[in-house]
C-alpha cells in the first residue's frame, strides 16, 4: 500500500507548509538518580523563559508505577521498566518540531498519571535517566551532557533529598541505592561515553579546602562538538579561578578539560561570568543572576559558569 | 540545521530495517454518541481476533475531564475539546505501523489516565466521534464508515445505554443530548460526506414492521473504494433479504444503495452470509457466529451481513 503513505507524507507536508514546524535546539542532561540533573536545567530554564525553552523529563517514560515496580525483578533504572521506543518517538517528533503528549510520572505518589501536551519551543532540554541511552535517542540532541558527580556526593544529594524533600528514612534511600546500584553501573554510566560535555561538581582533590568551600566543577569538553573559544575569559591571571587543560581519557581520545574553582572568590568568579556573558553577545544586565542557584538556596559559582557554557552551545546551535 | 533530521532519518532507517514496520488497514468508524460504533467494531475485532486487530477509541483525545468541562462551553463533541492535533500525529504513526502511547479517557469515572502502549496489528479500527474530522487524519484511512442511524433511534440507544449501564436518568440524558444538538450538527454529522460506506439501521420506511422486526440496514457503497462484486449474492431469489439500488445522493453523486433486510427469514439471511463468506475465500466454519451480536444480547443477521461487507474491504486492502 506505498499509495496511502505518500498521499499520507503529501498531506502532512501541505498541513506543515501553513505552519512550517521551526526545529529546536536539543538539549539532553543525563546522569543518575540526585546527579543534579535538574539544578543544571533550571537554571538555563528561567535564564531563556519558560517561553523559548521546553524542559521535559524522561523519567516520565516509566512503564510501571511504584507499586508495580515492586514486583519486579528490575528497578527504575532499567530499560525495560521505560517506553524507551516511545521516548525514541517523541525525541524525533520534538526535533523535527512537532508537540507529543507526554507521559506524566508522579514522582510523588509514585504513579502514573494523565499526560500532558507538550509543544516545543526554540530550546528543549531533555533530562533525566535515560535520555542518551539509544543510537536514535542520542540523534535527537544538539548537545549532550553527563552529569558525573563522586559517587559519595551523589549518595548524599540522594539521601538529603530522599529524607528532606520526599520523607523516607536514610536506611530506606541507602537500601534503594544499593538495589539500583548494578542497574546503573550497567545503564545509567554507560551514557557518559556519548557526552559531549561530562560535568563533575566535586572538591578539588589536589588541597584540603576549608568546611563551606563550595564544589569545583571539572567539565570535560569533548571534540565531539564546537566548543566556545574561551581563550580571552581564560586570560593569565584568571588561572586561580578557571583553567584549561589538555589532557586524554581513560580510552585514550584527546580532550580539554575545563576547571571551575569552588574556592576561588566569588568576585574572581563573577568576573568570569561576565566576561562569557559578553562573549555570548549577551547585553550586561540582570538574567545572569538567574544561573548558579542550587537546590538549597545557596549560590554556586561553578554552577553559573558551567551554565554560561552550556548556554552558550545551545545559543550556539540556535544561529 | 538540516544535518541532524538527516542523521535523524539515516538511524531511524537504519533501525527500521531491522525490524521493519508492517504498515496495518486502516478502518475507521465514525459516528454519534451510542450510534452503534462498537457494536459494529465488536463483531469485526472479535471474528479477525485480537491478535491481529487493535482497535482504539478515538474519544481517548478528549482534552479535559468530565469536571473540567463542566466549566467550559463547549462539550466532548467539540474538536477543541479534543487533542485533534495528536489524533491525527498517532493515527499516522499507526498508518506506517508504528506503536503510540495513547492518552486513556475513562467513560466510567470520567477521567483521563495513565496512557497506554498501543502496537498496531494487521488491521487497526479506529472508532470514535470524530476519527474524520480533519483532511491529514482521512489519508490515515483505507476504509472510512460513518453510522447514520434516525436520530429518533440514536436517541433512544442513547438513553437505553445512558441510563442501564451508566446510571444516568432519563432527563439527564435527553438535556445532554440536547446541549450536544449543535455541535453534533458541527462536527459529527459533517463527517458523513468523507466516508466510502454510510451505515444506517432503521425500520424499513415502505411497510410496517411487526413489533420485534429486527432492524433493517441501508449502506450506501461510495464509489470512492472499489466494493466487491455481489452479483452471485444477490441473485434473483434473494431480493426478498438483500438487494442493490442505484441511487443518486443528495449532492446529486452516483451510488450503489445496498438494503438488507431486518424482516427476512433468518436463514435465507444466513445463505447470503454464506454465501458472502464463499467470496472472501474464507473456509466454511465457525467464525461467522460472531458476527451480528448486538448489545443487548440479541442477533442481527442485518449487522452481520454488514459487518461481513467491511470484512470483505479489510481483507482486500490487506492483500
Redesign the interface.
Known amino acids: ?1 506505498p499509495d ?2 505518500l ?2 507524507q503529501r ?2 507536508r501541505a ?1 506543515a507548509v501553513r505552519a512550517p514546524a521551526r ?1 529546536p ?1 536539543m538539549i539532553a542532561i543525563a546522569g543518575d538518580s540526585a546527579a543534579g540533573k535538574t539544578t543544571l536545567s533550571g537554571g538555563l530554564a528561567t535564564l531563556l523563559g519558560p517561553g523559548r525553552v521546553t524542559t521535559i523529563c524522561v523519567d516520565d517514560y516509566h ?1 510501571y ?1 511504584r507499586e508495580e515496580r515492586r514486583k519486579l525483578p528490575f528497578t527504575a533504572l532499567h530499560p525495560d521498566c521505560n ?1 524507551i ?2 521516548m525514541e ?1 517523541h525525541l ?2 520534538l ?2 518540531g ?4 507526554k ?1 506524566v510520572y508522579d514522582h510523588r505518589t509514585g ?5 500532558e ?1 507538550v509543544c516545543p519551543g526554540d530550546f528543549v532540554i531533555a533530562e533525566g535517566l535515560l535520555p542518551l541511552h539509544t ?2 535517542a542520542r ?2 540532541f ?1 548537545i549532550a551532557v553527563y552529569l558525573d558527580p563522586p559517587e559519595e556526593i551523589r549518595r548524599r544529594w540522594k539521601i538529603d533529598r530522599g529524607v528532606g524533600k520526599r520523607g523516607y528514612d536514610k536506611h530506606q534511600v541507602e537500601a534503594e541505592l544499593q538495589r539500583r546500584e548494578q542497574e546503573s553501573a550497567d545503564f545509567i554510566r554507560p551514557q557518559r561515553e556519548y557526552a559531549d560535555v561530562v560535568v563533575r561538581f566535586a572538591p578539588i582533590s589536589e588541597r584540603e579546602d576549608p568546611p563551606g568551600t563550595p564544589l569545583s566543577a571539572k567539565l570535560l569538553l569533548r571534540p565531539t562538538i564546537r566548543h566556545p573559544d574561551l581563550s580571552k575569559v581564560l586570560a593569565g591571571d584568571r588561572r586561580w579561578t578557571i583553567h584549561l587543560k589538555l589532557d586524554r581519557e581513560e580510552n585514550g581520545r584527546p580532550v580539554d578539560a575545563l576547571h571551575i574553582h569552588g574556592y576561588a572568590p566569588r568576585e574572581d568568579s563573577q568576573e568570569v561570568e561576565k566576561a562569557i556573558w559578553a562573549q555570548l553577545g549577551l547585553e550586561p544586565g540582570d538574567p545572569i543572576h538567574t544561573l548558579g542557584h542550587l537546590a538549597n538556596g545557596e549560590r554556586s559559582e561553578p554552577l553559573a559558569i558551567t551554565q554560561l557554557i552550556l548556554l552558550y552551545h545551545m545559543l550556539d ?1 540556535s544561529r
Chains 1, 2 share one sequence.
Do not use: F, S
Not at 512537532?98 to 503528549?101: A, D, F, K, N
Not at 504513579?111 to 499526560?115: E, T
Open positions: 500500500m496511502r503513505v498521499r499520507l498531506i502532512a498541513t526545529r535546539v512503564r508505577d517506553y521506543g516511545i518517538q524525533q517528533l526535533a523535527t512537532e508537540p507529543i503528549l507521559p504513579q502514573l498519571a494523565r499526560p501536551l543510537k536514535l540523534a535527537c544538539d546551535e
